[in-house]
């Protein structure tokens, strides 16, 4: 589906076009490249300082994108196209993306812009508005590498009094076909996750991602970020993410055969200093077009049926990427504008400094944001029951928290950064896109993990100096919020745990919870 840009004279159809291809479309199949011709249309490329800096992007993150568009840029090149690409570093670079594609279309007396809907609501207003007011010709094309369309999602929400994924879900398995036999999923049934909760020991043996030397095109890149963006987030080096095509699909491939098969038995475990554990870390190569969803997904279903992996490992990880990711995004669409400001309980807390320096007592905090500092990468359970759960239970402001998430790792983008944030981590949509919020205390951490014998706290004591932060907070959390949450089914059992506690306890709770706060901001 393609819309036209408003108040724009149409396009004229004699002289070539301009077709932006943006840092996260970097993919052979994009629609706005089926729909150009090689002979007329010229191809826009740019890095420029406001996408660049719009958050504090990872070190990591700005680098693997530069250099992987610079070599999408050859690759499309040496397949016939014309391709503008407008470096960094040189000095009439206006800055922004529109800024460059008004001044490719007056160097190339170009009729108008093409390009697939960006994944951010910000820029796709941005480049609408400056068509309309330039009078530039703009078609947005749906960016049709996602499973479900943005009407498809709608149509399938329209009406439905809870938006639930397992459902999307089982859509998307019957559209697809995968791990599907005939009508009905393979195995018997839709999901194995009661299998995929096991506690990860330490292991010599355990896999780690395809790492890549940088080549001289990546390595120009990271003399380029060192020397612009030295005050960006995290480290840049070590640098080893792929930046081709060619390398992601290995990257794809050592995964299928190396750390699929315990995928799903430790998909929520987490261990200290093992930052990857049997995660395929195929996200920033998918979310920026290396990778398509379904060439990763009959890879992993192949690995099933070909004896090499579990079901439970094939269902899970075939799961985050059919149903959790398109669930997202189709919520996302489906909320903005606005979405990114939501805030339930109405939380205004600033986020600690530590989120920003991992320098914290809280091992489990440590860890998860230093190896955040570390390799732009965390888990989805670090994410989720680490640094998610604690700024929830501490009251920070889901915007702040929803800002970090988007700077500081290398596949956040907002279309499926701020669902995650805002809806599942924060539950600052109030219940859009889970049905509770994701709280716990540091019992849940010290079953999935190995942190808390490591950590100056101690998990098993309650309230007083020494005791887990996580503790109290979580009760001061469910106490402030009680109006909100108490009618929830699914909360409701808290409730009447503490209201079985007596009064003194119940003041130890909300003390120690004052004064972890209280040391938090001091
Ligand atoms: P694996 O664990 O190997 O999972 C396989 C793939 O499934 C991922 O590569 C990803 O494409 C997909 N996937 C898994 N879970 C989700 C999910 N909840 N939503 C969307 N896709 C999913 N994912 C991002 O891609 N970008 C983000 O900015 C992002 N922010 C997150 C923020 C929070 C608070 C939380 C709880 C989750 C977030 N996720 C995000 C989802 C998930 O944590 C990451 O996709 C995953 O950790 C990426 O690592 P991986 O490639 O090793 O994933
Ligand atoms: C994230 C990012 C960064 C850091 N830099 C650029 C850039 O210089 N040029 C570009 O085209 N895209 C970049 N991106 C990705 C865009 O921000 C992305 O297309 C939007 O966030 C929409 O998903
Ligand atoms: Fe985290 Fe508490 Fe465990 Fe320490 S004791 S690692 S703060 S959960």
Redesign the pocket.
């Given at each position: 589906m393609a819309h036209t840009g408003q108040n724009a004279p149409e396009e004229n159809a004699s002289v070539g076009g301009l077709v932006?291809?943006?840092?996260?479309?970097l993919s052979f199949e994009l629609a706005a490249l089926k729909a150009a011709d090689p002979a007329r249309d010229v191809i826009l490329?740019?890095?420029?300082?406001?996408?660049?800096?719009?958050v504090p992007?990872h070190k990591k993150?700005?680098a693997f994108?530069?250099a992987a568009?610079r070599h999408h840029a050859e690759a499309l090149r040496a397949e016939g196209w014309r391709v503008h690409y407008a470096r960094?570093d040189v000095a009439d670079n206006s800055g922004t993306?529109v800024g460059e594609m008004g001044r490719a279309l007056a160097t190339y007396h170009l009729s108008g812009v093409r390009i697939c809907t960006?994944?951010?609501y910000?820029?796709?207003a941005e480049i609408a508005e400056w068509s309309a007011a330039q009078q530039v010709p703009l078609t947005m094309l749906e960016d049709d590498r996602f499973l479900c369309s943005e009407a498809e999602f709608q149509s399938w929400a329209k009406g439905r009094k809870q938006l639930r994924m397992e459902y999307f879900y089982r859509e998307m398995r019957r559209k697809t076909g995968l791990l599907m036999a005939g009508t009905e999923p393979e195995g018997g049934r839709w999901n194995y996750d009661a299998e995929n909760r096991k506690a990860a020991q330490a292991d010599i043996f355990m896999p780690r991602p395809r790492a890549f030397a940088p080549d001289a095109v990546t390595q120009e890149v990271l003399e380029l970020v060192e020397r612009h963006l030295p005050q960006n987030f995290g480290d840049l080096h070590p640098f080893w993410f792929a930046t081709t095509r060619t390398g992601a699909l290995e990257a794809l491939e050592h995964f299928a055969t190396q750390a699929l098969p315990l995928f799903g038995d430790y998909q929520d475990a987490m261990l200290s200093d093992a930052p990857f554990l049997y995660h395929s870390v195929l996200a920033q190569y998918l979310n920026a077009g290396l990778l398509g969803p379904m060439e990763i997904c009959r890879r992993v279903e192949r690995a099933y049926y070909e004896g090499h992996a579990p079901l439970n490992a094939v269902e899970g990880y075939i799961r985050q990427i059919i149903g959790w990711r398109e669930f997202v995004r189709g919520i996302y669409w489906l909320k903005m504008p606005g979405y990114t400001t939501e805030n339930f309980f109405e939380a205004s807390r600033p986020l600690p400094a530590f989120y920003w320096t991992g320098d914290t007592d809280m091992h489990c905090l440590a860890q998860a944001i230093g190896q955040t500092r570390k390799e732009a990468y965390a888990h989805h359970i670090q994410r989720l029951m680490v640094t998610g759960n604690f700024a929830m239970l501490a009251g920070v402001d889901p915007h702040a928290v929803h800002e970090w998430y988007l700077a500081v790792y290398a596949d956040a983008?907002?279309?499926v950064e701020a669902p995650n944030v805002i809806g599942m981590s924060q539950f600052a949509d109030g219940g859009v896109l889970g049905s509770k919020p994701y709280a716990a205390s540091g019992n849940y951490i010290n079953k999935m993990s190995d942190y808390c014998g490591a950590c100056r706290y101690r998990v098993a004591q309650k309230t007083g100096e020494g005791a887990c932060p996580f503790n109290a907070l979580y009760w001061d959390f469910m106490v402030r919020n009680r109006e909100k949450l108490s009618r929830n089914p699914r909360i409701g059992h808290a409730y009447r745990t503490w209201d079985r506690m007596s009064e003194g306890k119940q003041a130890e709770y909300l003390d120690s919870a004052k004064a972890v706060l209280d040391r938090l901001w001091d």
């Open positions: 932006v291809v943006l840092g996260d479309q490329m740019a890095e420029v300082a406001a996408e660049a800096s719009y992007h993150k700005v994108l530069f568009m960094y993306l960006p994944g951010e910000r820029l796709k983008y907002e279309w």
